[in-house]
């Protein structure tokens, strides 16, 4: 949308108010004057030469922009100071308002603005008249003379300001009347120099008129010299404002605020009335268009930047400007005409060889000021650094948005939704349930193994759109698994639930086309209400995935949690005792993978894995155990099983002159209890370890949760020289919210980015986004989960410093990693001890 300039006829007929009173103040006392000096106008020449030579001073002038209005510093104040001596007051009246009405007609000034300028210069030349006539009467280049010739001229300044205040207070309010009246008073110590200055020039002159030669010159180089200054002043000034303007940019690229920090600060700085920044619409960031507009303190939704100069722009991605100091782009001033803009620069903003939108300034203020080349260049540099911003500014939203969404279907994820429940728990009326109902699809399984993955997820991407649209509208729709989805929503009871589980289950169920095959499916539906079922919004989900796996086996298809489900923790709890046993007699094994220097293949470090095999059910996963261990108390004595198994192979390894660091999970759980560093200190007393030897890894979402309350424990163990790592960075929330306040000195991004970089855009994209950030922060960056060549390449052209996956070895029990370090390696003699370093990787 183009916007036009609405003239402001209304507020403008309010100078009147001003003017009329001035100009009939200056008619009556040039009234007054001609009665008593009728003789006047014999004194032509020298009226005609002041006349000329105030021409000449309005030419250069110092220009101070207040909002829409320009003020003039100019150096008319030095042959005020001769015309009080040399003219008579009638002709000073009309010499002085002659000069500035010309001066006013030559920039084509608005009316009204024209006839306030010329009515208040003849009125505060007036007034200083009155002052020098109340005075003694003038006699000589004496002290005397300069002190009545100093009020005179000060008091030209002085109602000139004032009438300027209060013209501005009238038409554009109080606000800009104060500052215009700040700048003034600034400006009154460049008056009074130029008061001095024409008081030298008049005792000169007095003393012998050939003065006005060596005077001219002297005019004429200082003039020289205060456009070089000014221009320069200028240009820093400019530079200064740049530099500040892009460390506005870098610290607001993280937030959603880069358009109010941008426009408002591009339109000061370019002094133009309009600054717009265009975004063109990019997956599902959509079209921005606002606009900084003079006199306005919030931001418009519109452009005055006609539509064929941005599209001009566009096509050729270059900067284009239109105005009469711009030669190329004639052809378009008829669009600015139509939108009554005087001038317009637009800069494309790139990313790469892509056009994202458009950087817009219009109208320079001022009358008689239009842009130039070099504006042009400073708005192509704000540009560049805005499209830089803006770049990261999405990547970030991108990152945040992951953290939070389901990557195949664009639901919120488990975090989200746990996220939600906690928040509509705290806000629930008393009349109402917080309601859970998790969905699990059938056969979504079957469909992974009989026709690919890529069906299982056509499938699962067409199971969430039709849960999004039968939920209700508050309902709020999630991912949490791979075939659970949940809905949350507010209802009168949980029989209420139930009914609208049952409801939604129907219209769920029914065809789906899947690749050549049409699929029925159907699901299962557990809920679980608040506070009937829990308080916790991971046990109420806990809870309805229970039910939902009870609802598999009945016809209807739907369940309600009830205490009875959880009798199937039972296999927990005897796993639990188990392992409890398993602890105690020394029956865990410890396995170590390594990890190794991306840039030069030495393996440097190994992490410690417990592994299990249960004498009845087999091998049993890590997560299920360590799981159990959470949950039944005995996770720090797992811990300090594996940690004391890791620290006595470092020793050892360390003795053996072929040092090897270790890195142990830990849960936040762990970091919760205030002994563990002890713990850690003791240990490595012990074991005679080095600390800067041993990494604990701790898993971002874990830490997340209770984030407060292990930074203390985190403190405690960097103090004692470990290492700190955050372990499955990037599955978290507000990671880059939290990382610089978190004492770690290592980043392991998770291994779903690291696999699906080689193939996925998107997952490249953090990878690459994750590892920028660490380095600038300072830390290390691990990657785990490299299982390709072409992982490999990509992670080294990144400069990702250590890696760790199945491309470089599996988990080992201790007497096979020796094996493999035997076949794999060779050794290389550092100022350390010995490294291994990778033969080749296979």
Known sequence: MVMRPVARRSTAQRAWLITYPLAIFAIICSTAFWLQDTDWFKQWPAGLLFFVIYLLAYRDVFNIVIWRTTFLVAITDVPLVLALFYLPPVMVILVVGGAILAQQLWSRAQPAKMWFNTAKSAAANSAALLVIAALPTVRGAGPGTWGILALGAGTVAIVELLSLVGVLSLVQGLRTGRDALRAGLSALVVTGINIVVGLVFLVALEATPWTALLLSILVA???????????????????????????????????????????????????????????????????????????????????????????????????????????????????????????????????????????????????????????????????????????????????????????????????????????????????????????????????????????????????????????????????????????????????????????????????????????????????????????????????????????????????????????????????????????????????????????????????????????????????????????????????????????????????????????????????????????????????????????????????????ERVLPSLYRLRDLGVRLSVDDFGTGASSLAYLRQWPVHEVKIDDSFVQGMATDSGDLAIVRAVIGLSREFGLTVVAEGVESELTLELLEEMGCELGQGYLFSRPLPFERLEAWLNAQTEPESTPTGEVRRLRAVI
């Open 221 to 707: 180089a200082l003039v020289m010299i205060l456009r070089s200054y000014a221009e320069f002043f200028r240009r820093h000034k400019t530079l200064a404002d740049v530099y500040e303007l892009t460390q506005a940019m870098r610290d607001e690229s993280s937030r959603s605020g880069l358009p109010d920090v941008l426009l408002g600060r591009v339109r000061a700085l370019m002094q133009s009335e309009y600054a717009t920044l265009w975004l063109a619409p990019q997956g599902r960031h959509p079209e921005v268009l606002l606009t900084a507009r003079v006199e306005h303190r919030g931001l418009l939704d519109i452009s005055p930047t006609p539509e064929e100069v941005r599209a001009h722009a566009l096509e050729k991605q270059a900067a284009t400007a239109v105005g009469s100091r711009f030669a190329g782009t004639e052809n378009l001033r008829s669009g600015l005409r139509a939108a009554k803009l005087k001038d317009v620069i637009v800069v494309p903003l790139r990313s790469g060889q892509a056009t994202i939108g458009a950087l817009e300034v219009a109208n320079r203020l001022g009358d008689n000021r239009t842009f130039r080349e070099a504006d042009v260049q400073v708005l192509e540099t704000i540009a560049a650094h805005a499209a830089v911003a803006v770049e990261n500014s999405r990547l970030v939203d991108r990152l945040r948005y992951d953290a939070y969404h389901d990557r195949l279907t664009g639901l919120p994820n488990r975090r989200r939704v746990i996220d939600a429940l906690a928040e509509s728990v705290t806000v629930r009326a008393e009349d109402e349930v917080v309601a859970i109902m998790l969905f699990d699809v059938d056969g979504q399984r079957n469909v992974n193994e009989s026709m690919g993955h890529a069906a299982g997820d056509k499938l699962l991407v067409e199971t969430a759109d039709r849960i999004r649209g039968i939920a209700d509208p508050g309902a709020l729709v999630g991912r949490i698994g791979g075939d659970e989805f949940v809905v949350t929503l507010r209802a009168p009871s949980i029989d209420a639930t139930i009914e609208i589980a049952t409801r939604m289950r129907e219209r769920l169920r029914g065809p789906m086309a899947v690749g050549s095959l049409t699929l029925d499916v159907n699901t299962a539906v557990g809920v679980s209400v608040y506070p009937d079922h829990g308080a916790d919004p991971e046990a109420l989900l806990q809870r309805a995935e229970l039910a939902a796996n009870a609802a598999k086996v009945l016809p209807y298809g739907v369940q309600p949690f009830h205490p009875a489900l959880e009798s199937r923790a039972v296999r927990r709890l005897g796993i639990a005792a188990d392992l409890r046993r398993a602890l105690d007699n020394d029956q865990l094994e410890v396995y170590f993978q390594p990890k190794v220097t991306l840039a030069d293949r030495h393996v440097v470090g190994v992490e410690c894995l417990a592994r299990w095999v249960h004498p009845a059910h087999g091998e049993v996963a890590p997560e299920d155990f360590v799981a159990v261990a959470e949950h039944t108390g005995q996770l720090a004595q797992l811990t300090e099983s594996v940690l004391v198994a890791g620290l006595r192979r470092c020793r050892a390894w360390a003795d053996a002159d072929r040092p090897l660091a270790i890195a142990v999970n830990l849960s936040a759980r762990i970091l919760l209890d205030s002994r563990f560093p002890e713990l850690v200190r003791e240990l490595l007393e012990e074991h005679g370890v080095d600390p800067g030897l041993v990494t604990f890894e701790i898993s971002e979402p874990g830490m997340l949760s209770d984030i």
